[in-house]
């Protein structure tokens, strides 16, 4: 079973920044997607940004060109560089990846890093 570890959360003043990588305990193949989703308390996981198969991006409209979604090689999954952060970024930060094998997706989710972002 694939386990995906994320790092480099932190605390943080408004206007500074993060590097958030996602890791995995082995290489992972035939991946669909991946991203970084994050859920702040009381309220429902949310996608941040998530590179497709052709290598498309996709960002929230929340990150506002704030924030840089990148993948890396093999174990070293991605990662994403936060700018600019605001409070209301706070939030437990997740990466998953999607794999598609023989008709069957699979996600794995990675444990979570905490943001707080407060003056």
């Known amino acids: 079973q694939v386990q995906l570890v994320e790092s480099g959360g932190g605390s943080v003043q408004p206007g500074e920044s993060l590097r958030l990588s996602c890791v995995a305990s082995e290489s992972i193949f035939n991946i669909n997607n991946m991203g970084w989703y994050r859920q702040a308390p009381g309220k429902e996981r949310e996608t941040v940004a998530i590179?497709?198969?052709?290598?498309?991006?996709n960002y929230a409209g929340f990150v506002q060109g704030r924030f840089t979604i990148s993948r890396g090689n093999d174990k070293d999954i991605m990662s994403l560089q936060m700018n600019s952060l605001k409070p209301e970024d706070t939030a437990v930060y997740f990466c998953?990846?999607?794999?598609?094998?023989?008709?069957?997706?699979?996600?794995?989710w990675g444990q979570g890093t905490q943001v707080a972002v407060s003056s």
């Open positions: 590179i497709t198969t052709g290598g498309k991006i």
């Open positions: 998953a990846v999607v794999t598609y094998k023989g008709g069957t997706f699979q996600k794995y």
